[in-house]
């Protein structure tokens, strides 16, 4: 079982800045991405940004140059740092972890999620 904890949400202005983190525990062993999601109300979750075990990278296009995940194998934690934040990227942010099973079948944990607003 695989626990997910986000931390770091609030209110910024456009223009500003925010990390995310997720702390992840239990067993964790049989993961092999961690990723920020959001969604906004009344909209689909959407990749935001993640990273596998071999250290690879990958940006949703409106994320690309504004933000970057990082993890810290020391703590367990996964970051997101965001920069240049825009009113759309208002939403709530989950934490996923994605473990291998057989087959090719992939298991997807999730966090409670953490609340961004990005608002004047």
């Known amino acids: 079982q695989v626990q997910l904890v986000e931390s770091g949400g609030g209110l910024v202005q456009p223009g500003g800045s925010l990390r995310l983190s997720c702390a992840v525990s239990g067993s964790i062993f049989s993961i092999y991405v961690m990723g920020w999601y959001r969604q906004a109300p009344g909209k689909q979750r959407e990749l935001v940004a993640e990273?596998?075990?071999?250290?690879?990278?990958n940006y949703a296009d409106s994320a690309k140059g504004r933000f970057t995940i990082s993890r810290d194998n020391a703590k367990n934690t996964v970051d997101l740092h965001m920069n240049s934040l825009k009113p759309e990227d208002t939403a709530v942010y989950y934490c996923?972890?994605?473990?291998?099973?057989?087959?090719?079948?992939?298991?997807?944990?999730w966090g409670q999620g953490t609340q961004v607003t990005v608002s004047s």
């Open positions: 990273t596998t075990t071999g250290g690879s990278t």
């Open positions: 996923n972890a994605k473990e291998r099973r057989r087959f090719g079948r992939i298991n997807d944990n």
